[in-house]
């Protein structure tokens, strides 16, 4: 009795150890397999994003925001099931059907044949469907991309939509594109569900044919019950790691659209820039005879621009809007290269210049400005992380920002919010031009830095843009009348082409597009004046 009693307890133990045994090695496994996949998708996200920010600006003007960040995020993100299951149930269950067939067939070929002569003819239908469900996931990855693309404009636009008062609106247009995302999911669950009904009625097949045949054998005392019903279970054992491996299929259809739009990415040319090292601008600046066109337009931007400029000259770009002027200064920091013709640093073909070299000689402030969701300072110093506490300030009392920066909550440690969502336009401008003045370029761009402030702001950005401009050589686009003035040249640009050159004198006296311009946008401003009641000198605008 006691013997009895020490065998059910040494059972029991057996059992509670093979269990727990199991529980760990499914925990380890799931865990491992999972942190795997993870990390997997942390780095193909990674490397997408680093690839990305080295892409030409063509290719990122050519897809929308929430294209690229549905790319970084939902398509590798799919990747991590494939991945951490997928893969798992092809090795495990591949290997599963093949062992069972393998004992199944010592037992009985001829039953092992007629059950198995099923497989080959489901798993070439669920292969069919497999391909239809790798084009229908292509389908829904685009749909995701829509979706975010949709969240990111409505964020950005957040302020236009509330003033339009399209809530409704975009709401609705959120509502169809998130339909179509729906319908797009419910054909892949379709034609997932299908094939698991196809498994289904393939095992029935099989397995009655088994029974039929099985059957018979037993009747006719050629094989024993026991025999046939343990073969039964063998075969029953194959079909469910077999539906499992078709599952698994599917799956890895599924998870080849993300990775092929993700190799659509990687496979995209990064910005090829030059070798030679370029320390310092020393000279001049001579754009020969550049043509420039757009991908997907028939026309040129630019046609045949021919200018030489010298150190310390400020360069004034005017013309009406289109005529090529912004087309023209992003050409210097290769930003696009040319169509044809060739742009010189010091006698240096700038395609020759690493892309490094070139875009540190420059700076660059624009109307659209850039600013990052971080604190004051971080901004400011992002053109020199490196730069000291008395650098930043030097570089914001120059840029007229330093007194409302200290009357922020927090001073230069105040978060400033997405794009500078918390600060007005000229405070926004006056940190840009801080950022700026910090990287101490010998070369500036001004791309219509104060189109967009109102009077008091406008001048105080002046003032800043004043002391950025100082011992530089400047491209300005659509600055104050002022500020063209004490240009070293005025370039009047129209479609695409150099139409005028000289002194605000020299232009106005030779009656040309430049006077028109003038004499349009002075009336305009004297206008405004008198309704305003305001004396601010007018400006020359694009």
Known sequence: MEKSATSIMLVSIAIMAAFSGRGIFEFFQSYLMTSAGAKVVRDIRNKIYRHMLYL??????????????????NDAGAVQALLAYTVKDLLVEGTTVVVLICVAMVRRWDLTLISILVLPVAFYFVGRLGKRLKKVSHRTQEKVSMLTETITESFMGNKMIKSFCREEDESVRFRDKNQDFYRE???????????????????????????????????????????????LAAIFMIYTPAKRLAAAQNALQQGRAPLERIEKVLAEEKETGGTVPLERFEREIVIDNVSFRYDGTDDDALNGITLKVKKGEIIALVGRSGAGKTTLVDLIPRFYLPSEGKIFLDDLDISTVSLR???????????????????????????????????????????????????????????????????????KQRLSIARAILKNPPILILDEATSALDTASEMMVQGALENLMNDRTAFVIAHRLSTVRRASRIIVLDKGKVVESGTHEELLASHGVYEKLYHLQFDDARAGQIMNGSAASPELSV
């Open 56 to 73: 030409p600006m063509s290719f990122i003007h050519k897809d929308s925001t929430g294209a690229m960040v549905s790319r970084v995020l």
């Open 185 to 231: 999911l419910m054909r892949s669950i379709r034609i997932n569900e299908a094939s698991s009904l196809l498994m289904e009625f393939v095992g029935g097949v099989g397995i009655g044919f088994v029974v039929w045949y099985g059957g018979s054998l037993v009747i006719q005392r050629t094989i024993t019950p026991g025999d046939f019903f343990s073969f």
């Open 357 to 427: 070299a070139l875009r540190s000689l420059i700076g660059l402030v624009s109307q659209d400005v850039i600013l990052f969701n971080d604190t004051v300072r971080a901004n400011i110093a992002y053109a020199n992380p490196g730069a000291s506490e008395q650098d930043i300030v030097g570089a914001a009392r120059a840029a007229y920002a330093h007194d409302f920066i200290l009357e922020l909550p927090n001073g230069y440690n105040t978060i400033i919010g997405e794009r500078g969502v918390r600060l007005s336009g000229g405070q």
